[in-house]
């Protein structure tokens, strides 16, 4: 007897929406029968995404979410629950990117990255695990990582493997915590992709302080 298919007719969040790695999760899990609420703080990019998926037949909705900011992403799970009425999967994917040695690098650099990378899965963690836990049934969390996570020599990219490996860590610890609720746990590392990372500083907010340099 084949597994069901724990996809169709259940919906997703999947941040960092806009383009990259999150519009192709997106699009696979529109395939897959999934509706789908997209957020990422481009936020004509991200009703452009879910516009191209509403013309393939997929149930899809964009929002510019900055998830850095918690009250940001409790609009968004207050809004995902109003319109579908459940949130089934997670996909916390939003991230950014600097390069830079430690030395030359600012508080600033490292709150910037962390703010996305690691604050922003927590904030989105605490607005929708909640509901998550109230309802029963298959239920899934994925974060987004990368394999710079796991690099021997991380020069140049000190402070961004730093934030994955705080994403690891909390990831295993999260799988752990949400077994006897039945939710599951996945942690998504991917290596090189077509995305706008490299330009991820378009979206700095002024408040961390000067750019860092671009490679």
């Not at 806009?18 to 509706?35: D, F, K, P, Q």
């Not at 961004?160 to 909390?170: D, F, N, P, R």
Request: with cysteine.
């Amino acid at each position: 007897m084949s597994e069901p298919d724990p996809f169709t007719g259940r919906t997703a969040v999947v941040t960092g929406a806009a383009g990259g790695i999150g519009a192709a999760l997106a699009a696979e899990l529109g395939a897959r029968g999934m509706s789908l609420v997209l957020a990422d703080i481009d936020e004509i990019g991200v009703r452009r995404t879910a516009a191209e998926l509403c013309a393939r037949g997929v149930r899809a909705l964009g929002y510019g979410v900055d998830v850095s900011d918690p009250g940001s992403v409790a609009e968004l799970a207050a809004a995902s629950y109003e319109e579908f009425g459940s949130v089934e999967l997670l996909c916390n994917n939003a991230g950014v990117l600097l390069f830079g040695e430690v030395a030359d690098s600012t508080i600033g650099d490292w709150r910037w990255l962390s703010s996305v990378n690691v604050e922003g899965m927590l904030n989105c963690l605490h607005a929708f695990l909640p509901r998550m836990r109230q309802t029963s049934g298959w239920r899934h969390v994925m974060n987004t990582a990368s394999t710079h996570a796991f690099l021997p020599d991380t020069a140049t990219s000190a402070l961004y493997s730093a934030t994955k490996h705080a994403v690891v860590g909390l990831t295993l610890g999260l799988r752990s915590e949400l077994a006897d609720d039945g939710i599951g746990v996945t942690l998504l590392c991917p290596g090189q992709a077509a995305t706008r990372i490299l330009d991820a500083q378009r979206n700095r907010p002024d408040g961390f302080g000067r750019r860092a340099r671009e490679p």
